[in-house]
């Protein structure tokens, strides 16, 4: 399991970086004290390996790529 610890686009922490460092069929999941609060996306987030994101739904974290690109790119054959 992966924990995303800050709303940064990128670095330790982030969603971003979260999402390098997992394992093929890790879970990611987000410190509860970022719920209701969004992390701004300066390009899209590539996966390339089966992961789980999972949020808390009663207090979520958006993911925004403020329009300027698509906030995730699935390769082929990866399940998300």
């Given at each position: 399991m992966?924990?995303?610890?800050?709303?940064?686009d990128?670095g330790?922490?982030s969603l971003r970086?979260?999402?390098?460092?997992?394992?093929?069929?890790d879970t990611?999941?987000?410190?509860?004290?970022?719920?209701g609060?969004?992390?701004?996306?300066a390009?899209?987030l590539?996966i390339?390996?089966?992961l789980t994101?999972d949020?808390?739904?009663?207090?979520?974290?958006t993911?925004?790529?403020?329009?300027?690109?698509r906030v995730f790119?699935?390769?082929?054959?990866?399940?998300f």
């Open positions: 992966a924990l995303v610890s800050n709303l940064n990128s330790a922490g970086q979260a999402i390098i460092d997992a394992a093929a069929g990611i999941q987000f410190d509860p004290s970022l719920g609060q969004t992390i701004a996306l390009s899209e590539l390339n390996k089966n994101i949020g808390d739904e009663s207090n979520p974290v993911i925004d790529a403020g329009g300027n690109s790119n699935i390769d082929d054959g990866n399940n």
